[in-house]
């Protein structure tokens, strides 16, 4: 039996999974099903729009996308679905990611774009705030996320005080 993916993460090229991997991880330490997918908004458009069309009837209810350069893959599936889109833009270009980050929080009104960090810390917090989307009409996600930020804390704590007693 396949599990129906909650959270899709697209992105642009093979040389994208490792820094998406890590969004991946974040969403098997919380148990959500997740797919990731490998399309292109230039390459294979026809694709991506079917992608994009089709996500919300396969079960998806938050779309990851990652893309360097133009990194027009965000904003090509944020126009074809109503879906939350959250756009991870990827340091491949001589301006390390910048023009991705600015290509995605330039999207015209009515088709947003959730855009975070640059790389793995923008993987890491996409799969966060995917969560926290999840979270809204999901108790047992809000409780685990709820102690997920406990043991963060904790673990400040800890750090502080191994400091202190040095």
């Known amino acids: 039996m ?6 899709s993460i697209v992105m642009g090229s093979d040389s994208d999974v490792p820094t998406m991997r890590e969004a991946a991880a974040v969403l098997e330490l919380f148990h959500v099903a997740h797919e990731l997918v ?3 908004a230039h390459r294979a458009p ?3 729009t079917a992608y994009a069309k089709g996500a919300r009837a396969r079960g998806v209810q938050v779309i990851i996308a990652a893309a360097g350069y133009a990194a027009h893959l965000a904003g090509v599936v944020a126009a074809q679905t109503t ?14 990611g910048v023009d991705a980050l600015l290509a995605m929080g330039q999207m015209p009104a009515g088709i947003p774009v959730a855009t975070v960090t640059i790389g793995v810390a923008g993987a890491k917090n996409a799969a966060h705030l995917a969560v926290q989307i999840l979270a809204l009409s999901d108790p047992q996600l809000a409780a685990a996320l709820t102690q997920y930020r406990t043991d963060l804390a904790a673990e400040v704590d800890k750090k502080d005080a191994a400091l202190r007693n040095s």
């Open 83 to 96: 879906l939350p889109v959250i756009g991870v833009p990827l340091a491949v270009s001589a301006l390390q």
């Open 38 to 40: 490998i399309s292109s």
């Open 2 to 7: 396949t599990t129906v993916p909650r959270v």
């Open 46 to 48: 026809d694709k991506t």
